[in-house]
Structures are given as C-alpha cells and as structure tokens.
C-alpha cells in the first residue's frame, strides 16, 4: 500500500464547474497535509495546508481533512483554464521534515 | 523576492559523464531536499539536510551524492549518469522548526543523458 494515494484522472471539469480531487495516506501520525499544483514541465508550487480536522477555505480552493478517516481533499470552485494542471497531495508526521507525495491528479478544465 | 534558485534549468550529459546541478535560496531555510521526479511520477526524495547535518534515503542509489557548503547553497553529484537518471531534479527548502514543513520548490533541472 503507497503512502499517500490519489485517482490519476484525469479528471476533466467544464469551465465554472467545481473540481473535487481525493487523497488517502496510509500513516496515522500525519499531521502536516498540502496540496502543491504543477503545470506540465514545472516545478510544484504550493497552493494549501491544512493542520486541524475541517474546512480551510483561501480563494477559490477549499481543503478539507478528516483524520479519523485518513483523507484530505481539495475543491477548486469557479473553475478556470489556468487550473488545468497536476495537483500534488503530500502529507508529513509531526516534527519530520520530510514529505511523502502522491503521484498526482490530473485536471483538465474545459472552455 | 526571497526564492529557490536552481543551474541549470536544462543539462544535457552523455552516459557516464559526471554532472553537476546546483540549487542557491534567499529564503534562509534551515533544510535543503533534493527530489528526483520522472514523467507522471510523484517526486521521490533522493536526501536532505537539516543545516549540515546529512541524511540520505536508504534507496538512493550511491550515484547520487551531495554537498552543501553553506546555509544558501546545495550541491548535487551524479558520479556517472545511466539513461535511467534522465529526470525532473527539483531542489527544495523549509524552515525546519515545529510542526509546520512548508516545502518551497525551485524551478527545477531537467537531465537527459544521451
């Protein structure tokens, strides 16, 4: 079982529309979780964390975490073209500077 | 702007021919990473330090080596590149205190090796 788990997608999303991506990781003592976007050919760029179970809203994304249930999830609302790209989840454990990744989901947002 | 600089943004080496990437940050940060990341893959952490203090991961193939000179600047060594080593390398800082790893990444370095 990989540490951290995403769908590849793609996931594809009219223009407005809200995209939802998933992510599950496999270790309890995660406490520290971000969402880093990456377009094709460039590096990951953060864009969320979260630290504490519930919402946590900055612009158009919204990340929500569940600890009892191991899964934190990103929502793009309003979605735009210039979202279409890979959106990374990585989680770490208190006090570790290290982070474990998922593989990425793909979104492509249609015009 | 404070920032992760990484030379080249494109190399390009022949097999065998030893090569050097480079990563410089403004930011300050206590911790420097260097991930390996191939097409469609997560960036898989190949080592880090925590100021001088090195740590490699046990699957990092000896190939890969590292030096980091001093606070701003951190070096990566590939003694003799394979065509299996054709990546993304993406350097990597974060402040290292408390419960909070914000990781900031450069732009990264993209290897072919012919």
């Known amino acids: 079982q990989k540490e951290v788990e995403q769908n590849s997608g793609p996931l594809s999303v009219p223009e407005g529309a809200i995209a939802s991506l998933n992510c599950t990781y496999s270790d309890r003592g995660s406490q520290s979780f971000f969402w880093y976007r990456q377009y094709s050919g460039k590096s990951p760029e953060l864009i969320m964390f979260i630290y504490s179970n519930g919402d946590k809203e900055d612009g158009r994304f919204t990340a929500q975490l569940n600890k009892a249930s191991q899964y934190v999830s990103l929502l793009i609302r309003d979605s735009q073209p210039s979202d279409s790209a890979t959106y990374l989840c990585?989680?770490?454990?208190?006090?570790?500077?290290?982070?474990?990744f998922g593989a990425g989901t793909t979104v492509t947002v249609r015009a | 702007d404070a920032m992760v600089i990484q030379n080249p943004r494109y190399q390009v080496t022949q097999f065998g021919k030893p090569v050097t990437l480079s990563c410089s940050q403004t930011?300050?940060?206590?911790?420097m990473y260097w991930y390996q990341q191939k097409s469609s893959q997560a960036p898989k952490l190949l080592f880090h330090?925590?100021?001088?203090?090195?740590?490699n991961e046990a699957d990092t193939p000896d190939n890969f080596q590292s030096r980091r000179p001093n606070t701003s600047f951190c070096f990566l060594d590939i003694r003799s590149p394979g065509l299996g080593d054709a990546a993304m390398y993406l350097c990597?800082?974060?402040?290292?205190?408390?419960?909070?790893?914000?990781?900031?990444f450069g732009p990264g370095t993209r290897l072919t090796v012919l």
């Open positions: 930011l300050n940060h206590n911790v």
């Open positions: 990597a800082t974060s402040g290292g205190g408390g419960d909070y790893n914000e990781q900031f």
């Open positions: 330090y925590y100021d001088k203090d090195f740590n």
């Open positions: 990585a989680v770490s454990r208190s006090n570790d500077y290290k982070l474990s």
